[in-house]
């Protein structure tokens, strides 16, 4: 089909929006014009009034944990992407830890696709994975090289991990690791804590009787991951592997990442909104709500995350969606064993709006970046996704940059309902939701409505990252 959508705004320069139109052909973007401009042209099998909205580029969240196959009581492909489609993301790039077999080998990952696929409401990407466990296997370079040949987006490895199933590296599996990475030329994203560090204080809290919210964090000090990302920059400059820190909530380890990167190392990183959005103090008052690893930190840490997004030293910002049972599994009656991890996807685009733009930490042309530029082009997609161009793919949300709402846990889409911005009131909302041309979510007032599940389709990597 080719539709002609109107009445509507785009991005432009800095916080600036121009009117615009466009043409939608066969799924992707064919032209671009100022309204009216389009009009007179042929072959429309339908018009689309967008009704005054914003039209930003689908958002892409880097960093998801749906759970599927095997941890699907927490979430699955069918909810998960549901909630992404909700907030106006239109492409979501899965974790290779949190399913059952581990995405380590192809027949995982093949297994994998057949299980999510018929699920999926938005496009998606998977992470491959590298693990302690997969090291066992003397196949295990063999198998990395097929998941890069299937396309996988890049490569997880774990630091320091708290999964049986997918254990953490030693140094010098790491350093192994980083160097097939490189030859192979595609970016690991490192979950970058100093495992002797974290182990060490951990044994100390507990061992004092500590029990508290401020206890467990304590058993991960900034120190651990400031320690951790100076190792991986120095792995970086003797592998030459494309490093990526994933949800750095430190800014001294966050002005490490960026001397390293002005001296020419191939390091990066991304944050999330829990980050960005609450401290040690929240933590305290919300307790397991807020439970993450790493954990939050101080307001300066919160203050240099943001000014590292508006400066670029923060490449993009993704949500480590990772939702537990709930209540369950939030309220064990210890901080110890109590489930790591928040819901997020829904509510990316619309935080990094309000609280981003909205406050004017940063403009909107960064925030399309942050979302969707700067990860469609680390995850080697730039070709098809990522920005409003004729060419791409047509993945875009219309929002209502004026709505102000409140966020209530029991109206998002992820299976478990329970978030961490409970009560926030944000300015800026999702409407609709087109992947590909095609819409999949619509909000009218208090209803919604979504497509058909299946919609979604599996996106290889395709190229290096650009320079």
Not at 6 to 14: A, C, T
Not at 45 to 70: N, Q, R, T, Y
Not at 101 to 127: E, H, I, Q, Y
């Amino acid at each position: 089909m080719r539709v002609r959508f109107f009445d509507l705004s785009v991005p432009d320069r800095g916080d600036r929006v121009r009117r615009a139109e466009f043409v939608v052909g066969g799924g992707r973007f064919e032209a671009f014009g100022a309204p009216g401009a389009l009009a007179g042209g042929s072959g429309f099998d339908a018009e689309v009034s967008l009704k005054g909205l914003l039209v930003l580029p689908g958002a892409i969240d880097g960093h998801v944990h749906f759970d599927d196959p095997g941890f699907t009581w927490r979430e699955n492909f069918a909810t998960g992407t549901r909630a992404a489609a909700a907030g106006g993301v239109t492409t979501v790039v899965d974790m290779p830890c949190t399913s059952l077999p581990p995405v380590t080998t192809r027949a995982a990952l093949r297994n994998k696709l057949g299980v999510v696929a018929p699920k999926a409401m938005v496009d998606f990407m998977f992470w491959g994975g590298i693990s302690g466990n997969a090291f066992e296997d003397p196949q295990w370079e063999r198998h990395a090289a097929d998941l890069v040949a299937d396309g996988v987006a890049a490569f997880k490895l774990y630091m320091l991990s708290g999964m049986e199933t997918f254990r953490d590296l030693a140094p010098d599996q790491m350093r192994a690791a980083l160097k097939v990475l490189a030859r192979l030329g595609i970016p690991a994203g490192v979950h970058a804590e100093d495992r002797e560090l974290v182990v060490a204080r951990t044994a100390e809290a507990r061992a004092a009787g500590g029990n508290t919210p401020l206890d467990y964090a304590a058993s991960r000090p900034a120190e651990a991951e400031i320690r951790a990302v100076a190792a991986l920059i120095g792995m970086s400059c003797e592998t030459g592997a494309r490093v990526h820190v994933v949800h750095l909530s430190s800014g001294v380890a966050l002005d490490r990442i960026r001397a390293a990167a002005d001296e020419g190392v191939a390091v990066s990183a991304e944050t999330c909104p829990q980050y960005l959005a609450f401290t040690r103090s929240d933590l305290a008052t919300l307790g397991a709500l807020l439970k993450t690893a790493p954990v939050v930190k101080e307001p300066e840490d919160r203050d240099r995350l943001w000014a590292g997004l508006a400066d670029g030293s923060l490449q993009h910002v993704a949500t480590d969606h990772a939702a537990g049972e709930w209540p369950g599994e939030k309220t064990t009656g210890s901080i110890w064993t109590d489930y790591g991890g928040v819901p997020g996807v829904e509510l990316l685009v619309p935080f990094l709006f309000s609280e981003g733009v909205g406050r004017r930490r940063i403009t909107l042309e960064r925030m399309t970046e942050l979302v969707s530029g700067a990860p469609a082009r680390f995850f080697g997609v730039a070709g098809r996704k990522g920005r409003l161009a004729a060419g791409l793919d047509a993945d875009f949300a219309a929002l209502d940059p004026d709505e102000a709402w409140t966020v209530d846990a029991v109206a998002l889409h992820n299976l478990n309902r329970y978030t961490t911005f409970q009560g926030w009131t944000s300015t800026g909302r999702v409407r609709e939701t087109w992947v590909r041309g095609r819409k999949v979510f619509a909000r009218t007032g208090s209803e919604t409505w979504f497509g058909e599940p299946g919609a979604g389709q599996f996106v290889r990597r395709e190229a290096a990252e650009a320079a």
